[in-house]
Structures are given as C-alpha cells and as structure tokens.
C-alpha cells in the first residue's frame, strides 16, 4: 500500500463484503463504516449521497458510475478502476489511492483535502473546483490534464508533471515551481506572477 502521509495508518475494517454485484443500480442513502469491499462491481452505477467511512476497496470497477453529494472519509482504494467515473460534490478527505487507473475521470466541486494520490497517472483526468488543500500529488501525473479553479493551497507536489496542464483560476499559493515540471502549463497572468514570485524574482512596472 502507499505510504499515508504523517504515518498515518489505514484504517482497519470490521466488516468484509466479498464480490458485490451493484452493476447499473442506483443506490442513496446509505452509509458503510470500516468495511472491507472486495473486487465490487459498480460499473454504470449511480450513487447519491451514499458516504463511506474507513473502508477498504480492492479492485473495485467504479468504471462509468456516477455519483453525486456522496462522501468517501479515509478510504484506501488499491488497484481500482475509475474510468469515465464521476464524482460531482463528493468528499473524498483523507482517502488514499494506490495502483489506481483513472482514465476520463471526472471529478467536479467537492472536497479531496488530505487525499493521498502520490504517484497516480492523472493525465486524462479533470478536476474542476475542486478542494485540494494538503493534498499528497509527489510524484503525480498531470500532463495535459485539467486543474481548473482547484484550491491546492498546502498541497505536496515535489516531482509532479504538470506539463501542458489547463490550471486556469487554481490557487497557486505555496507551489515550488523548481521542483515541479509545468512546460507548456496554461495559466492566467496573475497566476504567472505568483509563479514568478515564487521563483524569487521582483515584478515591476516598465
């Protein structure tokens, strides 16, 4: 499993639900505490308000579900598959994902602080208003994907590449551009005077 930052654990589990079948259903309401779910199947599955505290997935296909208002606090997926999932107005705080896929994912509003995705190829992923604060990106993937008007005050991000990456209206604050990779980065130039700043260099008028 990927380290937690701070040395933080992963929470242990009570519960273990092996190969559940959630295929295209629509779930609301619901709320699981420390279970451990096993190769889960919630492919084409819609998801409203459903919160998941402490669990555990292993290889669950979260491939084209949908879910919306929903909170997944100090969760840990390994080796999950996201494609074309959606996650609108989500809390996701605290969550830690290892050998994950990504591709198309879409994640709009909400609050990931504190998520662990070191490491993680992000590169056909959008996040979009999307609360971000310390969260853990060493090392992520970010080459041509999109980080609009996302808060990534605090977060780590030594090693990341952000290259070619849409950051138009994301708080900057904080970034060391000279341990991360943003060749061709679309930026505002407000944000470019943050980079600039941060560089150490003084801006003046002519």
Not at 36 to 65: I, K, P, Y
């Amino acid at each position: 499993m990927t380290e937690r930052k701070h040395g933080q654990q992963p929470p242990k589990t009570v519960q273990t639900v092996e190969g559940a079948d959630w295929y295209a259903r629509e779930l609301s309401g619901e709320t699981h505490e420390r279970v451990l779910f096993t190769d889960l199947e919630l492919t084409e599955a819609t998801l409203n308000g459903m919160v998941f505290n402490e669990c555990v997935f292993r290889r669950a296909q979260f491939n084209c579900s949908v879910h919306r208002d929903g909170a997944f606090v100090n969760c840990t997926f390994a080796n999950c598959s996201f494609f074309e999932t959606s996650f609108t107005e989500c809390k996701l705080l605290g969550s830690t994902f290892d050998r994950c896929t990504f591709d198309l994912m879409r994640v709009t509003g909400g609050n990931w602080a504190h998520a662990g995705l070191a490491g993680a190829v992000l590169s056909k992923a959008s996040f979009t208003g999307v609360r971000l604060r310390e969260a853990d990106l060493t090392g992520a993937q970010f080459k041509g994907s999109v980080l609009h008007e996302c808060d990534l005050t605090a977060a780590w991000l030594t090693g990341a590449v952000l290259n070619e990456c849409d950051m138009r209206g994301s708080e900057l604050a904080g970034i060391e551009p000279e341990s991360v990779s943003l060749r061709g980065a679309i930026i505002t130039v407000e944000q470019a005077v943050v980079i600039v700043e941060a560089l150490g260099l003084e801006v003046r008028g002519a």
